[in-house]
């Protein structure tokens, strides 16, 4: 039997705007202490803002883009080298 069969739940997705949040949050107690007002909630407290986020993650996934395309660029030269070794031990036996 599956679940489907035995279970009447269903989900529903509920949109919450801002203000709701707020309030639910405030009459719960879960607002930080420097949170005294709907607008500092809606405005965000101090710390990077979405843009200069992004920002330092494109920064982080350049980095380690380039740090892979050089190790692939090292793997090419060893495997480059180890191919001209193997020729050279050929010839010589």
């Known amino acids: ?3 489907e069969d ?3 739940c269903k989900a529903h997705h509920i949109k919450l705007d801002t203000k ?5 949050m405030r009459t719960a107690g879960m607002l930080p202490a420097n949170i005294t007002s709907f607008n500092t909630f ?3 407290v101090a710390g990077p803002r979405v843009s200069e986020a992004r920002r330092n993650t494109q920064q982080w996934n350049d980095s380690i883009k ?3 395309g050089l190790y ?3 793997e090419k030269v060893l495997e480059h080298y180890f191919h001209e070794l193997e020729e050279e031990a ?3 036996s």
Do not use: E, H
């Open 66 to 68: 380039l740090q892979l």
């Open 72 to 74: 692939g660029t090292q």
């Open 1 to 3: 039997m599956a679940i």
């Open 20 to 24: 709701a949040i707020y309030g639910l």
């Open 6 to 8: 035995s279970c009447s």
């Open 42 to 44: 809606r405005n965000g």
């Open 90 to 92: 050929a010839i010589m």
